[in-house]
């Protein structure tokens, strides 16, 4: 179930790239160059305050790193859902970012909660093989659904990023012995906590 949750997650997450540029395009709203602008941008906003997030989150439980993704995520698709704006777009992208910022975290933080031990490496692989597929069903779905209807894509993102992370959230609270998740472990070295 862990390779399920994580990958509509990612596939979700994923339309943005695939479907943003299109919609953007199709509103007016940017050129190909501003949408080049605005993604720069979201790519400046992790590179520049992933060590940041990092560090507010290096204790925080699986759990609650999968319910802030996926709350990001759905605001980010309400966002382009009611605000087809300039402004509305950057909004959607900084609250994509910030779900990516958590998503990183918290693969390695789920799956060592998880994973039996032994089986570690098995589940480390499957869930690069949900980005894997993310790289390949999240634009085949995104577009198809866009195809359809241009808001189509955020009004199916909510529930599959609410549903996603309420499924990987309820694996970790069963995967507890005593039925509340435990604090991650960090893996900062003490002077940096």
């Known amino acids: ?16 790239e695939a479907v943003l540029p299109l ?35 290096a204790n925080r439980s ?16 309400g966002v382009l859902i009611f605000a087809a704006g300039l402004a509305g777009l950057v909004v959607a992208l900084t609250l994509f970012a910030f779900a990516d910022m958590l998503v990183g975290p918290l693969v390695p933080t789920a799956v060592s909660q998880l994973a039996p031990p032994r ?4 589940y480390m692989a499957a869930t690069s093989v949900a980005n894997d597929l993310k790289d390949s069903l999240g634009p085949a ?3 198809a659904l866009y195809a359809l209807s241009a808001r189509l894509p955020w009004i199916v993102g909510i529930p599959l990023a609410a549903i996603a992370a309420i499924g990987l959230g309820g ?13 991650r472990t960090s893996t900062l070295p003490p002077a940096d906590r």
Do not use: C, N
């Open 23 to 57: 919609y953007a395009h199709d509103t007016g709203t940017l050129t190909p160059s501003g949408v080049g602008l605005l993604f720069t941008y979201a790519a400046g906003l992790v590179v520049t305050a992933q060590m940041l997030v990092s560090r507010i989150t």
């Open 62 to 77: 699986a759990l609650s790193l999968a319910l802030s993704a996926g709350a990001a995520f759905v605001l980010a698709f």
């Open 141 to 143: 779905t995104g577009t």
């Open 1 to 16: 179930m862990l390779l399920l949750w994580f990958l509509l997650l990612e596939v979700s997450g994923s339309w943005v």
């Open 119 to 122: 089986r570690r490496a098995s």
């Open 171 to 183: 694996a970790l609270v069963r995967r507890s012995p005593d039925g509340v998740p435990s604090p």
